[in-house]
Nanobody
C-alpha cells in the first residue's frame, strides 16, 4: 500500500525552526520528486518547493528560498523539510507529495500522484 506520512509540525515562535518529516511506505521515495505544499485557513493549497532527482529539477517559492531546505534519509525512506527563520505567514498545514519529476507544473497540487495527510505548523508568539 502506497502511503506518505508527515510529522514534525508544532507551535514555534517567529524566528524559530522546525523540521518536518515525510516517510513513505509501499514505494521507494528516492525514485521520485518530492513536493511540499501548505494550506493556510481559507486559502488554497500552494506549492512551497519541489526537489527532483535530476540536476536543475528543483523549484522554490521565493519566500522559501534561503529558509527552507530538503534532505533525504534513504535508509528510512524519509525526506525532511528544514524550515528556518519562520514567520507568522508560514502558519499552515504542510503536505508532502510525490511525482516522477517536478517540472513546469510543480506548484500545482493536481500534478502530484500521492499525498500525505498533512502536519500543522503554527508560528506564533
Amino acid at each position: 500500500q502506497v502511503q506518505l506520512v508527515e510529522s514534525g509540525g508544532g507551535l514555534v515562535q517567529p524566528g524559530g525552526s522546525l523540521r518536518l518529516s515525510c516517510t513513505a511506505s509501499g514505494f521507494t521515495l528516492d525514485y521520485y520528486a518530492i513536493g511540499w505544499f501548505r494550506q493556510a485557513p481559507g486559502k488554497v493549497r500552494a506549492g512551497v518547493l519541489c526537489v527532483g532527482r535530476s540536476d536543475g529539477d528543483s523549484y522554490y517559492l521565493n519566500s522559501a528560498k534561503g529558509r527552507f531546505t530538503v534532505s533525504g534519509d534513504k535508509a528510512n525512506n524519509t525526506v525532511y523539510l528544514q524550515m528556518n527563520s519562520l514567520k507568522s505567514e508560514d502558519t499552515a498545514i504542510y503536505y508532502c507529495a510525490t511525482k516522477a519529476q517536478c517540472g513546469t507544473y510543480w506548484a500545482s497540487a493536481a500534478w502530484y500522484d500521492y499525498w500525505g495527510q498533512g502536519t500543522q505548523v503554527t508560528v506564533a508568539s
